[in-house]
């Protein structure tokens, strides 16, 4: 597998993007073991909670990526000298403004092969109009790689995102959406009393397990290998076949 940066985007707060990016850094791990580092690179000052989840178990590199160009510059050299790693990038709310100054240079310079690097965007969406303004924003700015817009279903079935399904059908968002926009998935929802035990403790995948009794074991890790399963329909992981864990 080519060393790709995953970032999951969003610009705005409410929309998973934190935990998305935690259970895409764990699924990474389970399928790559030692073959690919994994390395966060961890943008959200106020609140870098998946910072704190996996410090000391992977690279995580703090990094301001705002209007100023200087954390994108780290970031470039960041990748120039790293080898077969797999980089998430975990975005902050308001990161459109960054993205808006410095990502037409960034998306161009990735393009070009100067690295060999590939980028994918998992972009998440709760069922607010501003999700799509704020994704239509980013494709313009962002001409590369795969991007997928991920429905978080804890706020609604995929019936339910009637905002994103109608304004996908409108111009100029059609044909933004036909030539940009891979895929659409669908997030799992998990129970409040599970998540409250994993995401609020700062516990990764692995220690959020090990914590439950045994029903909410099992729930838990069914929603964890559905969540697998959403990164695997997109094909992107077709290298390696998928580890799900034994939920008997």
Not at 107 to 134: E, G, K
Not at 143 to 172: H, S, T
Request: charge should be negative.
């Amino acid at each position: 597998m080519k060393n790709t940066i995953y970032y999951v985007g969003g610009s705005k707060g409410g929309v998973g993007k934190s935990l998305i990016s935690a259970v895409l850094i764990q699924f990474l791990i389970d399928r790559y073991g030692d073959g690919k580092a994994v390395h966060l690179i961890e943008t959200d000052e106020s609140n870098p909670d998946v910072g704190r989840m996996y410090s000391g178990k992977i690279p995580v590199t703090p990094l301001v990526l705002d209007e100023r160009d200087t954390g994108w510059i780290t970031l470039y050299d960041i990748l120039e000298d790293s080898n077969d790693t797999l980089f998430v990038i975990n975005s902050a709310a308001r990161s459109n403004h960054g993205i808006e100054a410095n990502g037409r240079n960034f998306s161009d310079a990735i393009a070009d092969q100067s690295v060999h690097y590939d980028l994918v965007t998992f972009w998440p969406i709760n069922r607010q109009l501003d999700c799509v303004n704020l994704l239509m924003n980013y494709l313009k700015v962002i001409q590369c790689g795969p991007v997928y817009v991920i429905r978080n279903n804890y706020w609604g079935e995929p019936k339910d995102f009637l905002i994103y399904d109608a304004m996908m059908k409108k111009p100029p968002n059609i044909e933004i959406a036909e030539s940009r926009i891979n895929g659409v998935l669908d997030f799992p929802a998990l129970n409040d009393l599970i998540t409250l035990a994993f995401y609020s403790y700062g516990k990764t995948l692995p220690e959020a397990a090990g914590m439950l009794n045994a029903f909410r074991r099992q729930i838990f890790l069914s929603w964890k290998n559905r969540a697998y399963e959403m990164f695997e329909s997109t094909g992107l992981f077709a290298d390696t076949p998928m580890l799900v864990e034994n939920e008997s």
